[in-house]
């Protein structure tokens, strides 16, 4: 079983059933024999950015992640302390702890914002 994170925009399309999302992507996170996770980090930017009103995201975001079977990973110290040693190719805070989490946990990052491709981490 592998397992993947996936980007706030990835999880935003797949629960608006965007068509930004390309049909290997949506199969990846149905197929049962991956573990699909969102991270904490996710959910608090959609909140933000939501509060702002830059984006539109379901009001039952909770119950939409566990509808949609996906995993919750939490953010712990070792995430945190992990930021420090990435080089900074990207400015966003909300991206650089996600890929301090993939790098930490072993994670596939499952993302099509192409700054982080420069990166060595195991990308889908």
Aim: charged residues 25%; proline residues 4%; aromatic residues 10%.
């Amino acid at each position: 079983m592998k397992h993947y994170l996936i980007d706030t925009h990835i999880l935003l399309w797949w629960l608006s059933n965007d068509r930004k999302l390309d049909k290997k992507t949506a199969a990846l996170i149905q197929d049962p024999d991956n573990t699909i996770f969102v991270s904490v980090v996710s959910v608090w930017e959609i909140n933000i950015k939501k509060s702002l009103n830059k984006l539109v995201a379901p009001d039952n975001l909770k119950e939409e992640l566990f509808e949609n079977s996906l995993e919750i990973l939490p953010i712990t110290l070792d995430h945190v302390l992990y930021v420090e040693h990435l080089p900074l190719i990207h400015n966003d805070p909300f991206d650089r702890l996600l890929i301090a989490q993939c790098k930490v946990e072993g994670f596939t990052f499952v993302t099509e914002d192409h700054h982080i491709s420069q990166y060595n981490l195991d990308l889908f």
